[in-house]
């Protein structure tokens, strides 16, 4: 039972594969070569499918690396800002100023916000537990300045502030330490998104290769095998052609079940040779018969010249009488043709008038239509005239946002500059051990000091550029009012040209009608010369007739002589054409 089961899935396996053959085999050659093609571009299509999801992922993994570098940005920040509380709550101890007071709660502010940033972004849970630590930290120094250090410092107990600076100094360590761990976890997070990247790119490559490998392997053979397939068959179809040529009408050839075009031309060739063999045996009957009939024809064209003698006698006589009536004919078409011929003048002349009124008219409409398209252009100058007008606005507006910005990189730069000197000032106090941070604090003023420079020239050639964008502004203005009083004036232009093409086409539609008049003039003056060319002819043609018959007569005797020669001629070529056929072979 098993076997059975067996032998009839390979049987159903193998009757498929029959249709699948008979299917491709009646398929048309360029269907052929297009299902190849287009499966070659089908792989092609999905492993660009592949390489796009691939490169799909990579994005989504360089935005996380986007976001874990603004975090890691943001982290740095909240650091930055710690350092400069405690450089705040440092100034204020010292001094008292208020200036300071101010100052550190403006940092405040600005820890709140790049905390409340951090914590929306932030995904993990351990980060967000550091923040969370981070932020509690940040409060208790906050608290410790307002509550107590300030309160201190307004009541005179300096002993007091110090101890609560010294309790601040290590709530900062702690807090910065957090700071640093949290900065850790996401440099390392930022690494690992970097890697993963990498490695998405690399499979990207790596699948389109194999791919396009895997396509060429599939394609290639394919097509050799289509191409093989077809020259094979087609010097089957040579060979039996030469053998049909060779006069071997008798070879067979094997019928082929394949509908394509090779197929339709081997079918086509076995259809000719069976055609071209009834031909030869048609051929073959006609030129036996041939040879039969041309004795008959002999004795009947000896009788025929006999009667023709008779003929030629009679119709001399005819000739004479039809003569005298084609002379008087002749002179009524000459008079006629006077006629015809200044009817046909005075037709000729009104076309004249009216080909050149015509000429008129196109040149008239051709510079209407050339007015229009100016206008069109006008209009296209126009509206490209005010784009530019807007966008160079557009620019002035975005030169005066350049100004903006380059007035907070100044009081950045000053403010940087007053952080330097505040921290000169702590590295003084703390001696040998605040040599190293002096000397950074030295940097740092040098470098704000020069960013300052720097924003001096930019805001000096930004000035430059909203100067000159205002000059180019007012020339693009009075352009524009320029361009629209030129498009005003083409307009006016193209309206007169317009009226002058109306009263053209008006002149030249009254010619028309003169013209059609002179042209049934003439038309009827053809008939009437037609009608006395028919006399004149039919006079000179019975008198013509009457000698060709007479002519004729006599012809048909030389004529009947030269059939008797052809008819002799015939059956020596039906002779040569039975040997030709018999070349072929039935």
């Known amino acids: ?64 690396v986007n976001e874990l570098q603004e975090q890691t940005d943001q982290i740095s920040q909240l650091a930055i800002i710690i350092q400069a509380k405690d450089v705040q709550s440092a100034d204020y101890l010292i001094t008292g100023n208020d200036k300071y007071f101010t100052n550190f709660e403006a940092y405040q502010k600005e820890f709140e916000q790049v ?25 208790s120094i906050d608290k410790a300045f307002m509550e107590r250090m300030v309160t201190s410092v307004e009541e005179g107990r300096e002993q007091f502030a ?29 690494a690992r998104a970097i890697a993963e990247t990498e490695n ?47 006069g071997n009408l008798h070879i067979q050839q094997e019928e082929t079940k394949s509908k394509d075009e090779i197929g339709q031309l081997a079918q086509a060739v076995h259809r000719m040779r069976d055609r071209i063999r009834t031909i030869i045996q048609s051929v073959q009957s006609v030129s036996s018969s ?69 000429e008129v008219r196109k040149w008239t409409t051709e510079s209407s239509t050339l007015m229009q398209q100016s206008v069109q252009q006008m209009n296209q100058i126009d509206t490209i005239v005010e784009e530019a007008v807007t966008q160079v606005k ?33 590295a003084a106090r703390a001696g040998d051990h605040g040599r190293g941070f002096a000397v950074v604090a030295d940097e740092v003023r040098k470098l704000s000091e020069q960013v300052a420079q720097s924003v001096g020239e930019i805001t000096t050639i930004v000035q430059r550029i909203q100067s000159e964008t205002s000059d180019v502004v007012s020339s693009l203005n009075r352009g ?3 361009v629209k009083t030129g498009k005003q004036q083409i307009e006016d232009t193209g309206a007169n040209f317009q009226q ?50 007479a002519a004729s007569t006599e012809e048909t005797t030389g004529t009947m002589e030269q059939v008797s020669h052809n008819i002799e001629e015939l059956a020596e070529l039906a002779k040569d054409l039975h040997k030709q056929v018999n070349v072929f072979k039935l």
């Not at 002035?396 to 000032?425: G, H, P, W």
């Open 1 to 64: 039972m098993k076997n059975k089961k067996v032998h009839t899935k390979e049987k159903k396996q193998k009757n498929w594969r029959k249709k699948v053959v008979f299917a491709w085999g009646n398929l048309r050659i360029h269907k052929k070569y297009l299902s190849v093609f287009f499966l070659t571009i089908a792989l092609m299509l999905t492993s660009s499918i592949i390489v796009y999801v691939q490169l799909k992922g990579g994005q989504q993994d360089i935005h996380r």
């Open 115 to 139: 905390a409340q940033q951090l914590n929306k972004t932030m995904d993990d849970k351990s980060q967000k537990a550091i923040l969370n630590d981070i932020v509690d930290k940040n409060e």
């Open 162 to 190: 110090n101890t609560i600076r010294h309790y601040s100094g290590g709530l900062r360590e702690d807090t910065l330490t957090l700071v640093n761990n949290l900065l850790d976890q996401t440099q390392q997070q930022q």
């Open 200 to 246: 998405s790119s690399n499979r990207s490559v790596y699948i389109l290769a194999f791919s396009n490998l895997l396509s060429l392997a599939i394609g290639i053979p394919l097509m050799i095998m289509i191409s093989r397939g077809i020259t094979s068959r087609l010097q089957s179809i040579v060979h039996t052609t030469k053998d049909i040529a060779n």
């Open 290 to 358: 041939v040879s039969a009939q041309s004795e008959q024809l002999t004795k009947s064209a000896s009788e025929v010249k006999e009667s023709n003698h008779q003929i030629a006698t009679t119709m001399e006589e005819l000739a004479s009488g039809t003569e005298m009536q084609a002379t008087g004919a002749s002179e009524l078409s000459d008079n006629m043709n006077h006629f015809v011929d200044n009817v046909h003048i005075s037709e000729q002349r009104g076309s004249e008038v009216m080909t050149d009124a015509s």
């Open 394 to 426: 557009g620019l002035d507006n975005q030169s005066s946002q350049i100004s903006k910005l380059v007035k907070v990189i100044r009081d950045i730069a000053e403010q940087t500059n007053l952080l330097s000197l505040n921290a000169a000032i702590e």
């Open 480 to 482: 524009y009012d320029e």
């Open 500 to 549: 002058m093409n109306n009263a053209i086409t008006g002149m030249i539609e009254k010619m028309q009608a003169i013209s059609m008049k002179l042209k049934e003039n003439t038309e009827t003056s053809k008939d009437m010369e037609q009608l006395v060319k028919e006399i004149a002819s039919v006079s000179q043609e019975s008198a013509a007739g009457v000698e060709q018959v």
